[in-house]
């Protein structure tokens, strides 16, 4: 078992940041959260992040004059916050090349559909509108790709009759925010295999 260093990027809500800081708290999840980092000052992630005692850092992507000028404040952040693992977390930006290579394997998304299926931001949308009689989410490792990265795990989440987005979100949040805490438990107890790591 190693206690996992965590930096959380998010943008908004930040409930599966909760249902981190909540597992942590109740000694389900051998982690630290060592920095959050959002790129937006109004995400109500940060409220949750100071409630919880952890630092926080709000760097504005448009105050950078290019993606790669924004990852690498937030690279330099995190490494100054000793952090060892990047959760995203309801984070609207795609990371370069550049960050990936500062975390070589250790960037994990969560994604609200069963992928490969329904990649990108309108997931539960698509997933309603396509007539999907299943959908739910999935914890991936990060790659240059949109939605693309080598997966870890999937919970299957049903779509009832009469749901609209907000009952199917609210339906996959939730099993969103086991499955995350469970792949962290699962990592931190050495039960994740690394993927593979691009050469160059
Ligand atoms: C989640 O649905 C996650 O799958 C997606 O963004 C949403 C973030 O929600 N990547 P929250 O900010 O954690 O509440």
Known sequence: MTTLELGVLVSGNGTNLQAILDAIQRGALDARVRLVISNRADAFAIERARRAGVAVRVLPHREYASREAFDEAMIAALREASVEWIVLAGFMRLLTPRFLRAFPGRVLNIHPSLLPDFPGTHAIRDALEHGATVTGCTVHFVDDGVDTGPIIAQRRVPVLPGDD?????????????ELYVEVLADIAAGRVEPPPVPEG
């Open 165 to 177: 987005e907000a009952s199917l979100a609210e339906r996959i949040h939730r099993a969103e925010h």
